[in-house]
């Protein structure tokens, strides 16, 4: 891997197409039940067993009739059978008409369906006050899926409703790849755990939650190996123990030059390193790179590494736009990254940056964007008060009323 100097700065997207471009995409994939396949990706596409619907039926509760039966509103049918959900009526006799419900199967002969409040029922016929068109009301057999047509291609991670398309579709299993392994710790000695106490100039470290919770969602297996402490012989002996049985090694903190930043020599030890200085606010330094496994580890012969800032939010805003990417190319899924909408800015930003930003943002009842209005990269309370960023090209101030390219966290973080 070719180390850029350190006054270089990649953009976004460079540093993207490196790290996605060095790792392949995992091969192992595995049959999961349906019911527990939310947020995997799929290894194999799904083709429907049967079509969808499996027969016209009715997409209203009301009458099922054949239109050129009802020229006039007003036209008055005999009710010759009651057709409910699972009832599979008789064929229908010209000039009838059949009391039907949502999902019912039309009955043979009938080619429309008036919805119940455009009639009016009485005693052994119904009043049709309206002319229907051939179709009205009905769903065709196969609109939805034909059978083995493709429900969900390669590459789909797999949402509650794409569950609901493969179970319509028949698959009561699903072939996914494999979950990703993930070990993920932190460093600095000045980390502590919620509930213990806090000595001078201690925090708590809110990055090993973020994290796991993140890596977590993405439908990976996460390893904590907790907080390793500032010393070269401890972090090598971290990666080491983090290398054996993962794919992936995600770290924060570490990853500048400091006297204390031990990350950056114990992976040039124990592997290499690439120690970008990527052009984004918050964010910048991003670590990438491989640790060696030992041998008679049954998995390739190292791990990759991503070293993340320490600060919470540029350890939460550089995990989704480098992380997530990463983890979600291992599993093959198809659709890497949130694709944005322009929305209208309700603030001022006069103090644009060099660096592409990501400003914390939320949707106001206007249909514009309130800004946070501290963009401190360690004020986490911004990330759980913004709906989502505003995705802000380098050099660009904003003035209210702007248009502005809007990601919402949900579009990431799901």
């Not at 899926?145 to 991670?157: C, E, F, K, Q, V």
């Not at 755990?193 to 969602?217: C, D, H, Q, V, W």
């Not at 790179?289 to 590494?305: L, P, T």
């Amino acid at each position: 891997m070719n180390t850029p100097r350190p006054s270089t700065l990649l953009t976004l997207d460079e540093a993207l197409a490196r790290l996605l471009g060095a790792v392949q995409p995992l091969t192992a994939s595995e049959t999961v039940s349906t019911f527990d396949a939310l947020g995997r990706v799929l290894a194999s596409e799904v083709r429907s067993l049967v079509d969808v619907p499996s027969a016209d039926n009715s997409a209203m509760d009301g009458y099922a009739m054949r239109a050129s039966d009802v020229p006039a509103t007003g036209t008055l049918l005999p009710v010759s059978q009651r057709i409910p959900a699972g009832v599979v009526g008789a064929a229908l006799k010209p000039g009838t008409a059949a009391r039907i419900f949502t999902g019912a199967l039309l009955p043979e002969g009938a080619d429309a369906v008036v919805m119940q409040e455009q009639c009016e029922a009485l005693d052994g016929a119904v009043r049709v006050n309206t002319v229907p068109a051939t179709g009205q009301s009905v769903r065709r057999r196969g609109e939805d899926l034909s059978h083995d047509a493709i429900a969900l291609p390669r590459g789909t991670r797999l949402t509650p409703q794409a569950l609901g398309l493969a179970a319509t579709a028949g698959a009561a299993t699903l072939t996914v790849t494999r979950r990703p392994r993930v070990a993920l710790f932190s460093t600095g000695d000045e980390l502590a755990m919620p509930g213990e106490p806090l000595k001078p100039g201690a925090i708590y470290n809110s990055n090993r939650f973020t994290l796991r919770a993140l890596i977590l969602s993405l439908g990976c297996e996460c390893t904590d190996l907790g907080i390793v402490p500032d010393q070269l012989d401890a972090t090598r002996a971290a990666l080491r123990t983090a290398a054996q049985g993962h794919d992936v090694i995600v770290t924060s903190g570490g990853v500048s030059v400091g006297e204390e930043d031990h990350l950056k020599p114990a992976v040039q030890a124990e592997g290499e390193l690439n120690l970008w200085q990527i052009a984004i606010k918050p964010g910048k330094p991003l670590a990438f790179g491989s640790v060696r496994r030992a041998k008679g580890d049954a998995m390739e012969e190292k791990a990759w590494f991503v070293g993340l800032p320490g600060n919470p939010v540029s350890s939460f805003i550089t995990f989704l736009l480098a992380v997530r990417p990463l983890l979600l190319h291992l599993q093959g899924a198809s659709v890497l990254q949130p694709v944005g909408m322009p929305m209208r800015a309700d603030f001022d930003w006069p103090r644009a940056d060099k660096r592409r930003e990501f400003l914390r943002v939320r949707r106001n009842e206007q249909g514009g964007l309130d800004l946070f209005t501290n963009q401190g990269s360690g004020v986490l309370t911004s990330t759980v008060w913004a709906d989502g960023v505003v995705d802000n090209p380098p050099e660009t101030p904003i003035r209210a009323g702007d248009s502005v390219r809007f990601i919402a966290l949900a579009e990431w973080v799901a």
